[in-house]
């Protein structure tokens, strides 16, 4: 019995031991392999820094603004077991994005939920650097959101336009000039976007129901543990709602897809006929799951931001009435009163320029980017990036540097227009802000982000003047809805016929 006790005893050392040496020897590992990282918070075993950040969108923006007071301009977070490096000045976004764009391009594997609504990564913004991604980025930004395809839809955008004033006019009617805007800006926006997709414009019911589906889809395949790296165990969805969604995502989107493919020949221009002849993976069409992922793509991208720097624009020039009388001035000393404002006009307008880029600087609808990924260990700045790290770029922080920008909280279109300050959006010469990206993965709908809301504020300022409602302020406190950093409490405003108003 005596020998038999000894035994287990040793047994129970030896194992003792030898987990004790596996575990120095991970440990020793982990060292060496992620040797050289930039400085970061100290972070737990297993649950990395999530403890300290949160699992909450809004906690994580709160504590990467803090490390970046506390740790300098590139740090170390870890989410869970992997590193996430958060670069936060525009010098290292320009090195990594532009000097380095092609290292810095990649994306990390996806899994779970957005596996499903990306069809394993065969979306634009999801898709690996390679043959793939290039042949459906070049599609698009050639095919789709050409300039002569953004031409082709000019009728499209004034019908959206006239219906969101008119819509805005009975809505104030009823209300003694009071309005709610976010839901008109994004169903005007929806709209827009739905009929460049597509090539129709659709009925209304189809248009509630897929705009209402498109909100789903997006709640269900984004949120934080997709776009910031939070291990998607926290973040268990039913596999049954996940595919029940997926389903209706596909069976909506295909009768659009089919009921294209069933139309006589057209002039072209929408975006799923530039789909239809795409080949992909040496030769191949696309199938039915990819189309619908690109169409739903186009359609979410094209919408959530657009809106999301509308109401931002037009709640800064309802507190800021001198900006607001500044560019309606502009407005119609281009227009005269009597013309509605036209896409030939923009170019004539170049305080509405800086207006809108102005609240892109300090408002920009996402604070951070889908993740990047390095294909292999790199340097930057003098660090280790090792492969299997994610990066992510601070993009409200490089907007508010105030070594470029002085009083950069200040909602100030001057610097763009009478200070002569200059920004490159696409970031190749030198980075100031970037609220569309920079380098290879800068977002390809630039342009027609651009049109979009340089139209629609002028139309809305030319038609309507925006007050506040009696008694009342507008609170620019931020919220994160998904990936859009939002305004917390929406715009509500008073808006009155100008004299000059289009019936």
């Known amino acids: 019995m005596a020998i038999l006790f000894g035994l287990n005893s040793f047994l129970h050392a030896l194992l003792v031991l030898v987990i004790s040496l596996l575990f120095l020897q991970l440990v020793r590992w982990k060292i060496w392999r992620y040797r050289n990282l930039p400085p970061g918070p ?8 999530l403890l300290q950040i949160g699992f909450s969108s809004v906690a994580f923006q709160s504590s990467v603004k803090k490390f970046h007071e506390r740790y300098g301009p590139i740090f170390t977070m870890w989410l869970g077991s992997r590193p996430m490096l958060v670069i936060a000045t525009r010098e290292l976004a320009h090195e990594a994005l532009i000097q380095k764009g092609s290292v810095f391009a990649d994306r990390p594997p996806v899994s779970g939920t957005r596996k499903i609504f990306t069809s394993n990564q065969h979306s634009i913004n999801s898709a690996t650097y390679g043959p793939l991604w290039r042949s459906l980025r070049r599609n698009l930004v050639s095919e789709a ?17 006239g219906h969101l004033v008119e819509n805005l006019r009975n809505e104030a009617a009823r209300n003694g000039g009071a309005v709610t805007v976010v839901a008109q800006f994004r169903t005007a926006v929806f709209c827009i976007v739905l009929w460049m997709c597509f090539g129709s414009k659709q009925d209304e019911e189809t248009m509630i129901s897929v705009q209402g589906l498109m909100r789903e889809v997006l709640l269900t395949s984004g949120g ?9 165990f926290f973040y268990r969805r039913p596999r049954a709602r996940i595919a029940e969604i997926r389903r209706r995502q596909r069976e909506a989107l295909l009768a659009l897809i089919n009921q294209r493919r069933d139309a006589p020949p057209t002039a072209g221009g929408a975006y799923i006929d530039t789909l239809f002849n795409l080949t992909v993976d040496g030769g191949r069409s696309l199938h039915d799951d990819e189309l619908v992922t690109l169409c739903s793509e186009f359609i979410i991208a094209g919408t959530d931001t657009t809106t999301t720097s509308l109401q931002w624009l037009m709640a800064n020039l309802v507190i800021c009435q001198d900006v607001q009388a500044r560019l309606y001035d502009e407005i119609v000393s281009v227009t005269g009163r009597r013309k509605p404002a036209e896409e030939n006009d923009l170019q004539r307008m170049p305080y509405l320029e800086a207006v809108v880029k102005e609240t892109l600087r300090r408002h920009p609808p996402v604070h ?4 990047h990924a390095v294909p292999g260990p790199c340097d930057l700045a003098g660090y280790k990036v090792p492969a299997d790290a994610s990066v992510n770029f601070y993009v409200a922080g490089i907007g508010m540097d105030p070594g470029v920008w002085q009083n950069p909280s200040e909602f100030r279109p001057e610097r763009f227009a009478d200070e002569g300050v200059e920004v490159d959006l696409m970031g190749t010469k030198e980075i100031k802000m970037m609220p569309f990206g920079a380098g290879r993965r800068v977002c390809p709908g630039l342009g027609m982000a651009m049109l979009h809301l340089n139209l629609i504020v002028a139309r809305l300022v030319q038609e309507f003047a925006w007050d506040c409602k009696p008694g009342e302020t507008v609170d620019l406190s931020e919220t994160v809805d998904l990936f859009s950093t939002v305004m917390k409490y929406p715009l509500q405003a008073v808006i009155k016929e100008r004299a000059s108003g289009h019936k």
């Open 368 to 371: 951070f980017f889908v993740r």
């Open 42 to 49: 100290p972070a737990w075993p297993i649950v990395g820094n």
């Open 224 to 232: 934080p543990d997709e776009a910031l790296s939070i291990p998607g």
């Open 145 to 161: 959101l050409s300039p002569s395809a953004l031409k082709a839809f000019r009728e499209v955008r004034e019908c959206g336009i």
